[in-house]
């Protein structure tokens, strides 16, 4: 708040916004089956609260925003042919925005195919779990 000071605003029109941190500890220790030690995580929830203003209730400042040039998708031929050329690769799934492999339903799960979404990563991601 101390640096919003020069500016023209109304401290009673922002939102309050909690973040949750949550930190992994090990409760205590334990003996599996094999008679190895292992920890047993807890997990602790720490809370962070800012408070945040939405550009209409900050004067003085100009947040002018270009407009986006819109993207149009466009496969790498060369990752499509390689990915139609794979014989023992798991179902391709395109659901949600996440890229990841379920071993237990042996599928590789992609983003759909949004130009503003695709990136080296998840190539690569696929890359990595389908061969």
């Not at 409760?27 to 094999?34: F, Q, S």
Request: net charge positive.
């Amino acid at each position: 708040m101390k640096n919003m000071l020069p500016l023209k605003h109304n401290p009673e029109k922002g939102s309050k916004v909690v973040f949750w941190k949550i930190s992994k500890f090990v409760k205590r220790k334990a003996t599996n089956a094999e008679g190895e030690n292992e920890g047993l995580f807890g997990r602790k929830f720490t809370p962070f609260i800012w408070k945040v203003f939405n550009i209409d209730q900050i004067e003085g400042i100009d947040f002018s925003i270009e407009a986006a040039e819109e993207r149009v998708f466009s496969p790498i031929e060369t990752c499509e042919s390689i990915i139609a050329g794979y014989t023992t690769c798991p179902n391709i799934v395109h659901e949600g925005d996440e890229a990841f492999y379920s071993p237990s339903r042996d599928f590789i799960n992609m983003p759909k195919r949004n130009p503003s979404k695709v990136t080296s990563n998840i190539i690569l991601f696929f890359f990595m779990k389908g061969s």
